[in-house]
């Protein structure tokens, strides 16, 4: 899949969510992309996706603060939790998911 195929298959998902009012690239690389999925203005997911490396990032943005994020890395998945969305829980339940 490239970068482009990537982005399409967000806007075609998104275009099926009442609540996404827009999908805009913010960045775009050949290997690289980071999206805002616009809910509102002061309300939006961001979503980052290194197509190489595999690493994700998904992270729910209000009034300028990441409030909740789930990323992948190379040691896996982790949350950033809503009561304290600067930490990384790195559980082994969370690496799991």
């Keep these: 899949m490239t970068v482009g195929e ?20 913010v960045d ?3 290997y690289a992309t980071k999206l805002i999925l616009s809910v509102r203005t002061d309300l939006f997911i961001q979503l980052y996706a290194n197509l190489d490396t595999g690493t994700r990032g998904y992270a729910l943005v209000c009034g300028g603060q990441r409030i909740y ?5 190379a040691q896996g998945w982790h949350q950033h939790t809503r009561e304290n969305p600067l930490t990384h829980d790195t559980s082994a ?3 799991e998911q």
Excluded: C, K, P
């Design 6 to 25: 990537f982005i399409d298959s967000v806007r075609v998902a998104a275009a099926e969510l009442a609540f996404i009012a827009e999908v805009l690239v």
């Design 28 to 30: 775009q690389t050949d």
């Design 69 to 73: 994020g789930r990323d992948r890395d």
């Design 93 to 95: 339940e969370e690496r």
